[in-house]
């Protein structure tokens, strides 16, 4: 299993800047890309806010293009977003998301991928 626990969230103003984490732990050999998603309010998850691959090749929503980078350290098998110039459409629910493949006999029992359980991020105007 992977257990992701997501952290540093919290209430900007317009303008700010917070950095997110996603500490991955369990069989986080058999992670490959990861990527963080939101969830605003009303409305279901699914915007993908940015990925990267285990390579560090990065993809960004138009949206935050200029204003995020997503980034992670394999050593210490932690996912990281920083978000500048923050606006009040970026408050939402943030998830970590991370997928696996089958990289030895260990990860076959894994699913597709894991999530993380949320963290909230709010901008005030």
């Known amino acids: 299993q992977v257990q992701l626990v997501e952290s540093g969230g919290g209430l900007v103003q317009a303008g700010g800047s917070l950095r997110l984490s996603c500490a991955a732990s369990?069989?986080?050999?058999?992670?490959?890309?990861m990527g963080w998603y939101r969830q605003a309010p009303g409305k279901e998850r699914g915007e993908l806010v940015a990925?990267?691959?285990?390579?560090?090749?990065?993809h960004y929503a138009d949206s935050v293009k200029g204003r995020f980078t997503i980034s992670r350290d394999n050593a210490k098998n932690t996912l990281y977003l920083q978000m500048n110039f923050l606006k009040p459409e970026d408050t939402a629910v943030y998830y970590c998301?991370?997928?696996?493949?089958?990289?030895?006999?260990?990860?076959?029992?894994?699913?597709?991928?894991?999530w993380g359980q949320g963290t909230q991020v709010t901008v005030s105007s």
């Open positions: 990925a990267i691959t285990s390579g560090g090749s990065t």
């Open positions: 369990g069989d986080t050999i058999c992670i490959s890309a």
């Open positions: 998301n991370a997928g696996t493949s089958i990289v030895q006999a260990s990860c076959l029992i894994l699913a597709n991928d894991y």
